[in-house]
């Protein structure tokens, strides 16, 4: 029905803006459509080594991963968001944006720095040691484990439940805890029965996103030797240089990636909590005191002392003491390769988020579903996905254009595009288009259409409406999409990996070229960048979000 629609739309009102909008959708999407494709391929010899001894483990270390990872990261961000929201107590108004800041440390980038903390040499071991005269059982050091990936994962991804979750409380739940205070009812019944259940989507669409990036990592469970899907594509592709298995199994994890989106619609299907009046106000926190009050601040305190202030200062330390041999005209082509690349992308992202939002917010719903749906389907899926499908449109695209690159003197058959840093940029287009895509249509709906409308009315064309009219209203939002997106792509390490051209090195490569040498002293300063760069968007995206409310 939806297709129907959209194509009478389409037929309606047909221009240059809505051809450029389908085109655009068309091709983030042919990546995605390339690998489920392959799914009917007829599998070779290699496929059925892996299927037979190794996917089990593979599926289930990503289940368990994904498992228990997202029970802690619910239990921790759904508390910190309540507490915050609803509790008055010390130093509330800096923990309530310091905690999102983990959000600025990559999780590989927490794991090298925790396992060389925690190792026999690092400082946790040797302070007891020296200190302390304890000499403990390894195996309660060790982060390179099951365990070790869990806790990494949880404590730089809570952020996800903690930020959309404190986002819902402190705007649509006031009338619903208040009236459960005056009811008499205690915090702890508050909490379990008005709370969790109001803020379920919320949790969901946080918890979800956590499911997302653990699909998505690969640094940190190649570098704990934790066997995922994620990793089995690597080792595929560069380990038994397969390209249709490794695009077999990439298929199958987006299967399951779609399954996860399946599952929270159903989930939120029929569960839906909104206010009985269109009048909202904020929650009014309770002052804490005493104990209560003391305890809350001690368990803020030592959720960002682990998952930020002590990673950062350990990256500061050893930065310091090996940043004259880091420093060197190489680490500037890193940053050069590394912001242009992400600049770049993220130029391509906003310009083609702004064209589609302007067309979707104008049509019909069937058109506008479609065309949303389109441009964002590549961040519910994981980067190995999106690397293997754009790799394959690539090379497919190499063979097409084997005459033309004949007649240029360049060889029979040559491979230009996939060997070239646009492929890259591509990958990087096609996850990443949904937060510049969202950040502008969230523009536009608080804008609405009556400027646009007045404009239209006085016989402005749309291309000049868009200019003059929309364009500085929606500043703001596109700065923030900008921001978001450019970090990140930054921060970005599957599709680096897999489709950077040879001897094309990024800060992101860099840092894990260093932990794969052992080298995580020296690793410190392309991190600290990345975080750096990370933390000023945070910032800066704080501060449009409290000029905007």
């Avoid at 909590?273 to 929650?283: D, G, I």
């Avoid at 240029?408 to 491979?415: E, I």
């Avoid at 750096?532 to 800066?540: E, M, P, Q």
Wanted: net charge positive; with cysteine.
């Amino acid at each position: 029905m939806k297709l129907q629609t959209a194509m009478r739309d389409l037929r309606k009102h047909a221009n240059s803006w809505m051809i450029i909008s389908i085109i655009g959708a068309a091709v983030l999407m042919l990546p995605i459509f390339y690998v489920f494709v392959s799914l009917f391929y007829r599998p070779n010899a290699n496929w059925q080594q892996i299927k037979q001894f190794l996917l089990k483990d593979y599926v289930v270390h990503s289940l368990e991963l994904v498992f228990f990872t997202g029970v802690w990261t619910v239990i921790i961000g759904v508390s910190l968001a309540w507490f915050v929201s609803a509790y008055d107590f010390p130093m509330k108004r800096f923990f309530r944006w310091a905690l999102v800041l983990p959000l600025a440390i990559p999780p590989y980038i927490a794991a090298y720095t925790y396992t060389n903390m925690m190792s026999y040499t690092g400082i946790v071991q040797k302070t007891l040691r020296t200190k302390f005269e304890l000499t403990l059982d390894q195996g309660l050091f060790d982060m390179m484990t099951m365990r070790g990936a869990v806790f990494i994962f949880t404590m730089f991804l809570y952020p996800y439940v903690y930020l959309i979750t404190r986002s819902f409380l402190e705007r649509q739940s006031a009338s619903y805890i208040e009236n459960a205070r005056l009811l008499g009812k205690n915090a702890f019944s508050i909490f379990v029965r008005v709370v969790l259940p109001i803020a379920r989507p919320a949790i969901i669409g946080g918890s979800t996103l956590v499911v997302f990036e653990v699909l998505n990592d690969y640094g940190v469970t190649s570098y704990f030797g934790i066997h995922t899907i994620s990793t089995a594509i690597f080792q595929t592709w560069f380990g038994m240089y397969d390209v249709q298995s490794a695009m077999r199994l990439a298929a199958w994890l987006m299967v399951g990636a779609a399954g996860v989106l399946i599952t929270e619609r159903i989930l939120r299907r029929n569960r839906q909590f909104s206010s009985v009046t269109s009048k909202s106000r904020p929650l009014s926190p309770k002052r804490l005191k005493g104990f209560y009050a003391a305890s809350v601040w001690l368990l803020c305190t030592l959720v960002l002392a682990f998952s930020f202030l002590i990673p950062l200062s350990q990256l500061i330390v050893w930065a310091t003491w090996t940043y004259k041999d880091v420093l060197t005209s190489k680490f500037l082509e890193l940053t050069f390769n590394t912001l242009s690349v992400a600049l770049t992308a993220t130029f391509i992202i906003m310009v083609l988020s702004l064209i589609v939002a302007n067309v979707a917010r104008f049509r019909q719903p069937g058109l506008s579903y479609l065309l949303s749906k389109g441009v964002t389907a590549g961040y519910s899926i994981p980067g190995a996905i999106i690397a293997i499908g754009v790799l394959g449109v690539c090379i497919d695209l190499d063979h097409v254009l084997a005459p033309v690159y004949e007649l240029m003197g360049l060889g029979k058959n040559p491979l230009v595009i996939s060997l070239s840093i646009g492929m890259g940029i591509f990958g990087y287009v096609v996850r990443f288009m949904a937060t510049g895509y969202n950040a502008v249509e969230s523009g536009f709906e608080k804008v609405g259409l009556k400027y646009v409308e007045a404009s239209r009315i006085l016989g402005i064309g749309l291309t000049k409406t868009f200019f003059k009219v929309d364009l500085p209203l929606i500043r703001g939002s596109i700065i923030s999409g900008f921001i978001l997106t450019f970090v990140e792509i930054i921060k970005e390490l599957p599709i680096t990996l897999l489709l950077r051209p040879f001897n094309f090195e990024t800060l992101a490569t860099k840092v894990y070229q260093y932990a794969g040498d052992e080298q995580i002293l020296e690793a410190s300063v392309p991190s600290l960048f990345i975080i750096a760069l990370s933390i000023i968007s945070v910032l800066i995206f704080h501060q449009l979000g409290k000029k905007m409310d």
